[in-house]
């Protein structure tokens, strides 16, 4: 990679980083695998990344979706051991914010990959349907079909008390 090349990914990451970490935390519900999914798709787009001419972030976006999930294939074929039971939520004590956090981060990792992505990207990082299905490589019809199965999960997921504030 040329010197000009070098210094226009290292600006992408600088800029761009903190975008994708809320992407890939969104997808994986967890922030060190997030930094690792970032990490990696950060790594492969710098080998290509004087190839990539338009959309960079898209690019990047693609490779997050693509290897998160991979690495849900390969954990669906060796799942993991549970080390130990979760704690209760919390009351409301004054933490009804963080709950309500820990409700939707826990009902969107019950999604399926596709579907966490498509909700991800279409409601969290605020894409048309038509630039989700871009990123994702897939049709408009897809994202459309997929986010209406995600929300309707999501509502049965979601206790009635905190889905009727997002009405």
């Not at 990451?13 to 990696?40: C, F, K, N, S």
């Not at 999501?154 to 997002?166: F, K, N």
Request: proline share 6%.
């Amino acid at each position: 990679m040329d010197a000009r090349a070098e210094q226009e990914f290292t600006q992408f990451v600088a800029d761009r980083t903190p975008a994708l970490l809320r992407v890939a935390h969104a997808l994986t519900g967890d922030q060190h695998a997030a930094e690792d999914l970032v990490q990696g798709a950060l790594a492969k787009a710098m080998l290509r990344w004087p190839h990539i001419h338009d959309h960079p972030e898209a690019y990047v976006r693609r490779i997050l979706y693509h290897d998160h999930i991979s690495g849900w294939r390969q954990r669906r074929r060796r799942p993991e051991t549970p080390m130990a039971e979760l704690p209760e939520l919390p009351g409301s004590d004054g933490t009804d914010e963080a709950h309500t956090r820990m409700l939707l981060r826990n009902a969107l990792l019950e999604l399926p990959p596709r579907q966490r992505a498509v909700i991800v990207l279409r409601y969290l990082d605020d894409h048309s349907e038509r630039e989700v299905a871009e990123i994702l490589g897939c049709r408009e019809g897809t994202v459309a079909s997929q986010a209406s199965r995600a929300l309707a999960k999501l509502r049965r997921l979601v206790p009635a008390q905190w889905t009727e504030a997002w009405r």
